[in-house]
């Protein structure tokens, strides 16, 4: 044990995780140069292809020092605020972590985020100024930066760069030397954490522990101590992005794969304790907290009949994806499909593209939406996180929304754009921070369903994307909101329908039907798309009917021929119109998210 090192890294998007996992994995030798692939941690080409970390890999590596062999389990984690939970689920099975910086960038507020989920597991933070390499680069004042911001001694932060590969020496050493052993009784009941699973097609559902007392043996019978449910052992792994090696046991301190050969995958919840059936520990490890849900949208497959499969699709992502919630609904408009919560717009986009790719399903999104406390007359609250849910007008007394405190991170140039933005989300300002000179921290009360749109979109063309930003929810508070529904040819199409401030009401649903009509196909009658609050219209755009030259055929003659032409033609639109009913576009659906 005294030679096992557990450590994760956490960073801010962009400040070079993933390739200081490569050439970590690289010195120490467990993939060759000629299996060596850039994010080779990455495993899923949706990540390779955004440049993102949406999964905390881990990778079991060997490094001899002074004479001795060591056992190194990194855990590279994402960067993204939409995914601080699979974080927090890494750092609590780990006894330290490398807080890597970009030296030519500074601390961002994911930075300072992780920070503090690591400075609650009581980790051991070591600071490392990536990208030494580069021109703009600038570690004393980073150095100073995170003295100041976050209050870590930096005189002997280490300076690397992942790309060129420098100092990566002197940074094993310094992960040996400084980041504690694991803390354990070898001896006591078997006791491991379950941080991760996923589900793989040939062995199963397989979990990925932490071992914190005992030990894991094949053929060893253990007991979830959650579900109360016994199975048996049936392959150990130490875990490896290519090929994974097997193992007979797993020891106190070490980080490893169980296969239990399960079929279904309600048995595993990550974050549940496994104990030995026959000798089982006292108390069963304190779990991280689970995600909550922050974002509501509807998932819909396009050929109605596929609804099952998607079911599937979502339990077996769910095992991987431990934040995902979900529930099943219907819509006139769409049919059956389900209500899923997700931590944030980029998480939605990831798992509806996972979905798509992974479990070759067509899918709709309904516009994304947050919980709502809606306050009745009668003196009944009711949560509501679809809009078509919402009761009527009369009924309701006041409606709460959720809040979030932002904190952002901007050069000081763009100061003024940031201000601006936050002003037009409804943000109350509760504290404004020079951090130095050329940079600035703004805290601000924001309502949650300002932020679900293409809030970070925006923050980000607004400064460049030098900015960044962080949140937590924090509390409900009385807002002045509406339903604003969506109707073609006069019927509302429930899928579109969204919930906005008063104020904005008019402006949103003016932007909408002028992009609905962009979108919707012309028909052979005229198509009325109308957005109304209640029973009162407040826009109205018109998609022209396709014309049919009914009066080719007449070659001159008597002009009442053609007139009789044309009126037998309106008759028939009007009678189409009555009885017409119109397709819209997948694009009409996702042109909900676009507007602001």
């Known amino acids: 044990m005294q030679n096992i090192r557990n450590f994760s890294i956490i960073a801010h998007i962009d400040h070079g995780k993933s390739t200081l996992a490569d050439r970590l994995i690289q010195e120490c030798g467990a993939i060759s140069d000629r299996e060596m692939t850039s994010q080779v941690m990455d495993t899923m080409d949706i990540e390779k292809e955004r440049g993102i970390t949406i999964k ?68 051991e933070i070591l600071p490392v100024l ?19 911001t976050i209050g870590l001694d930096c005189s002997e932060a280490l300076e690397v760069s992942a790309k060129s590969g420098i100092g990566i020496k002197a940074l094993l050493e310094a992960i040996v030397e400084k980041i504690p052993a694991p803390s354990g009784n070898p001896d006591a009941p078997t006791k491991a954490l379950i941080y991760d699973s996923w589900f793989d097609n040939y062995l199963g559902a397989l979990s990925l522990v932490r071992v914190i007392d005992g030990s894991i043996e094949v053929g060893q019978k ?23 090696q097997k193992t007979s046991k797993l020891s106190c301190g070490e980080i490893g794969i169980v296969s239990l050969g399960l079929k279904s995958l309600t048995d595993i919840a990550v ?64 049919g059956f499909g389900f209500r899923v919560g997700f931590l944030g717009l980029l998480h939605m986009e990831v798992v509806k593209e996972r979905l798509e790719r992974e479990f070759d399903l067509d899918l709709i999104a309904t516009a994304p939406t947050v919980v709502y406390e809606v306050h009745l007359t009668n003196g009944e609250i009711v949560r509501v996180q679809n809009p078509s849910e919402l009761p009527p007008e009369q009924r309701i007394l006041k409606i709460q929304e959720p809040y979030v405190r932002a904190s952002i991170i901007t050069p000081t140039e763009y100061l003024g754009n940031v201000i601006t933005l936050l002003n037009n989300r409804r943000g109350v300002q509760e504290k404004m921070e020079y951090l ?57 199409v429930d899928a579109l329908s969204i919930i906005v401030d008063r104020n904005k009401s008019y402006q949103k649903g003016r932007a909408l039907v002028e992009s609905m009509k962009e979108l919707i196909p012309r028909q052979l009658f005229e198509v009325a798309i109308q957005a109304s609050v209640g029973n009162k219209i407040i826009a109205r755009e018109t998609v022209k009917s396709m014309g049919k030259n009914v009066t080719a055929k007449c070659y001159g003659g008597d002009i009442t021929r053609k007139r009789k032409l044309l009126e037998k033609q309106k008759e028939g639109k009007k009678r189409m119109k009555a009885i ?6 997948q694009e009409a659906f996702l042109s909900v998210l676009k507007i602001d």
């Open 130 to 148: 990536n990208k030494i390499d580069l021109p703009a680069s600038d570690p004393q004042s980073v150095k100073d930066d995170i003295e100041n």
């Open 222 to 244: 253990i007991t979830m101590m959650n579900t109360q449910k016994t199975h048996e052992v049936l392959n150990l792994m130490y875990p490896h992005p290519i090929h994974q």
């Open 580 to 585: 017409g009913k119109v397709e819209l576009p």
């Open 436 to 492: 130095n000179e050329s940079r600035v921290m703004l805290v601000y009360a924001l309502p949650s369903n300002e932020i679900v749109m293409d809030f970070y979109d925006k923050l980000k063309s607004s400064t460049k994307g030098y900015a960044s930003f962080d949140y937590e929810p924090i509390e409900y508070r009385d807002g002045d909101l509406v339903k604003l529904d969506v109707r073609v040819a006069g019927e509302v």
């Open 56 to 123: 905390a890999q881990s990778v079991r590596l060997t490094y001899t020092y002074q004479g001795e062999q060591y056992i190194l389990n990194l855990i590279d984690t994402p960067g993204h605020v939409d995914f601080s939970y699979e974080v927090s689920r890494s750092l609590s099975s780990c006894e330290g972590a490398l807080l890597v910086v970009d030296s030519t960038q500074g601390v961002e507020a994911q930075t300072i985020a992780n920070v503090y989920i690591a400075l609650e597991n009581n980790l």
């Open 271 to 334: 974050g549940d304790t496994m104990t030995d059936f026959e000798n089982p520990t006292s108390e069963a490890v304190e779990g991280f907290m689970p995600a909550k849900p922050f974002v509501f949208a509807g998932i819909y497959p396009i050929q109605t009949d596929r609804f099952e499969e998607l079911r599937d699709a979502l339990n077996k992502l769910k095992l991987n994806d431990s934040a995902l919630s979900f529930e099943p609904e219907t819509s006139v408009a769409l």
